[in-house]
């Protein structure tokens, strides 16, 4: 007797968008989870505000990566740029921040390298006054570098991607009762082309935003 066959179900470009959908919201939700005590006026100072969203320029720092043999250019420095968006959720000094870093460009080995990464973090504040904060994170970065070079220069050129730690510390002084300024030093760990891992760090100033 046959037995009829029953086709294997396909993954229809609509469910593939519903599953990128779901892994956005879960991706997203704890930024967009904002408590109660948000919808308090603030007080003076340093009121707890869960979310913020900040947008940050400074300088990068590829003194790490090596710039193989030969007299070449060797620009150790770029300007940084980074957007992140983070939520207290976990109380009102531990919370998550993820964001984006686009460390620059910089002329090494004949060429040029570039680097930007999303980072994911773990954050952290320290009230030291109504005014003033201290601030740490830490987490993992997925960096994408892209790497042209002299053949003589003994380093290799391409892309890679991975990821790797990142770490930061900062201060951060009120302005308002939504608006603090940021100032923040970074180092970022990269995968270069050839298999090399080396830091990138940024120190940066920012404004930040908090509802």
Known sequence: MHTPRIPAPRHTPRARGATLAGLALCLVAPFAMVPAAAQMSPARGNAYSPGYV????????????????GIFDNDQRATAYSVSMGNYVFSPNWGLEVGYTDFGSVNRAGGRTTA???NLNLIGRMPLNPSWNLLGKV???????????????GV??????????????????????QWSGVLMYEEHTMKFPGGSTDRISATKLGLRYHY
């Open 156 to 177: 290799q050129s391409g892309s890679e991607r991975d990821f790797g730690w990142s770490y930061g510390l900062g201060v951060e002084l009120q302005l308002a009762a």
């Open 116 to 118: 930007d990464g999303i």
């Open 139 to 153: 987490g993992t970065t997925y960096g994408r570098t892209d790497v042209s070079s002299a053949p003589t220069s």
């Open 54 to 69: 900040d947008i940050s320029v400074g300088s990068s720092d590829y003194s790490k990566p090596s710039n193989g043999f």
